[in-house]
């Protein structure tokens, strides 16, 4: 079946230090690309997607672009700021029903320089 | 105003007990889901549906029962917890006309700890 692998766990940088998630994916078809970003208490929501090869997402400052030779979709980020507290989930669409599989989440922890 | 609300927003249940989660969106959204998030798996489908009065498994469904009544509502339904099933539960709707492109909205998540 489908699948997500992204960076595990969490990456603790210092405020404007450059983020790199990686993320992986295995997917029958050709897969709709996503990250999600989800906030203490709240539930994920959309941070940006991607449905075409070489075609880059973007908001808030954060990017990926989607590849197909690699199967990647790396989530990057030149200076991270305290306000990306949070944890991102990178997930892809290819079935029915536009249902999501995800990967199991990176938590981004900026800290003081 | 929020669209996806989910309720009880906690909840302590006993094993072996009956187990409702409910879920209401205001989106007008054809397709809603639920899933369940453990620390080191993300989330993961239990169950979805594309239309009122039907349901589809998931990747996870063993365990869960779901129900569809409208357009708007969408519940799941644990008949016997089980200590496994503690976790945060997320229904999200989406619209089906974007096909795999959809953006999913997500309710704030509804926490279920098993005792």
């Known amino acids: 079946g489908d699948s997500v692998t992204q960076t595990e766990g969490q990456v603790a940088l210092s405020e404007e230090d450059f983020l790199t998630i990686h993320c992986n994916y295995s997917?029958?078809?050709?897969?709709?690309l996503f990250w999600y970003v989800q906030y203490p208490g709240e539930g994920p929501q959309l941070l940006f997607r991607?449905?075409?090869?070489?075609e880059k997402g973007s908001s808030r400052g954060f990017e990926a672009t989607y590849d197909k030779g690699t199967t990647s979709f790396h989530l990057r980020k030149a200076s991270v700021q305290e306000s990306d507290s949070a944890v991102y989930y990178c997930?892809?669409?290819?079935?029915?029903?536009?249902?999501?599989?995800f990967g199991s989440g990176t938590k981004v922890i900026p800290c003081l320089p | 105003e929020a669209a996806v609300t989910q309720s009880p927003r906690s909840k302590v249940a006993v094993t072996g007990g009956k187990v409702t989660l409910s879920c209401h969106q205001t989106?007008?959204?054809?397709?809603m889901y639920w899933y369940r998030q453990d620390t080191g798996h993300g989330l993961r489908l239990i169950h979805y549906?594309?239309?009122?009065?039907?349901?589809e498994k998931g990747d996870i469904p063993d365990g869960y029962k779901a129900s569809r009544p409208s357009q708007e509502n969408f519940s799941l339904i644990l008949e016997l917890a089980s200590l496994s099933q503690t976790a945060v539960y997320f229904c999200?709707?989406?619209?089906?006309?974007?096909?795999?492109?959809?953006?999913?909205?997500f309710g704030p998540g509804t926490r279920l700890t098993v005792l």
């Open positions: 997930a892809l669409s290819a079935g029915f029903a536009s249902a999501l599989t």
């Open positions: 989106n007008n959204h054809d397709y």
């Open positions: 991607a449905s075409r090869d070489k």
């Open positions: 997917a029958s078809g050709y897969p709709t």
């Open positions: 549906s594309y239309v009122a009065d039907s349901t």
């Open positions: 999200a709707s989406s619209d089906g006309d974007w096909g795999n492109y959809a953006e999913q909205f």
